[in-house]
């Protein structure tokens, strides 16, 4: 059986198909507390929460760095690292669901975390509450950061091809007509 090599898209998709399949079944299955926790609670777990997504941001960019020359390890990286700050925010939106108009469900939680990442807002779902502001704020501002990352990766990898083109030519096949 030969194995997929770690630079292969193939290999991309099945960790990105992968990634989402955990992140969904951790996030609709993780049991969460029904009654409401103290405040001062809920801010030293949103602090928990966000300083391991700042860790995760480290790893992934060292990673980055030291795979600079391998474009499926820095996709591999940045979808490693929004999926995972996806799901903590729909988290929290949910925990907070009090504070939002139109957030009923976990999945009506995802879906603005979605919504916040792709900067699309609706207006169906917002924050009503400061609390929740702010945490709207702060997925934006790594939003931003994560986007940042993916223009830069799709920049360095058309400029790298580019780059090979412009060095062995055009591609030229051999067919016997």
């Keep these: 059986m030969r194995r997929l090599p770690h630079d292969s898209p193939w290999w991309t998709l ?3 198909v992968a990634s989402t399949t955990a992140c ?9 507390p029904t009654d409401e926790a103290p405040e001062v609670v809920q ?4 602090a928990v929460g966000l300083a391991l997504l700042c860790a995760l ?6 990673r980055q760095l030291r795979a600079w020359g391998t474009p499926s390890v ?3 990286s940045v979808m490693g690292l929004l999926l ?16 939002f108009v139109g957030i009923e469900n976990r999945t009506d939680a995802l879906y603005f975390a979605v919504v916040t990442l792709g900067t699309v807002g609706y207006g169906d779902v ?3 509450g400061e609390a929740a502001k702010i945490v709207a704020m702060v997925q934006i501002v790594l939003d931003l950061v994560v986007v940042g990352v993916l223009v830069s990766i799709a920049t ?3 400029r790298a091809r580019a780059e090979h083109r412009h060095e062995h030519g055009p591609r030229t096949e051999n067919r016997a007509d």
């Excluded at 801010?43 to 949103?46: C, L, Q």
């Excluded at 941001?57 to 060292?62: G, K, S």
Aim: hydrophobic letters at 55%; a positive charge.
């Design 74 to 76: 820095r996709v591999q």
């Design 24 to 32: 969904l079944t951790v996030y609709y299955g993780v049991p969460l």
């Design 43 to 46: 801010v030293v777990v949103f």
């Design 126 to 128: 917002h924050p009503v």
């Design 84 to 99: 995972p700050v996806v799901t903590f925010f729909a988290l929290a939106y949910y925990l907070m669901a009090d504070q």
């Design 57 to 62: 941001l480290v790893v992934q960019v060292r």
């Design 156 to 158: 360095s990898r058309a």
């Design 14 to 16: 099945i960790l990105t």
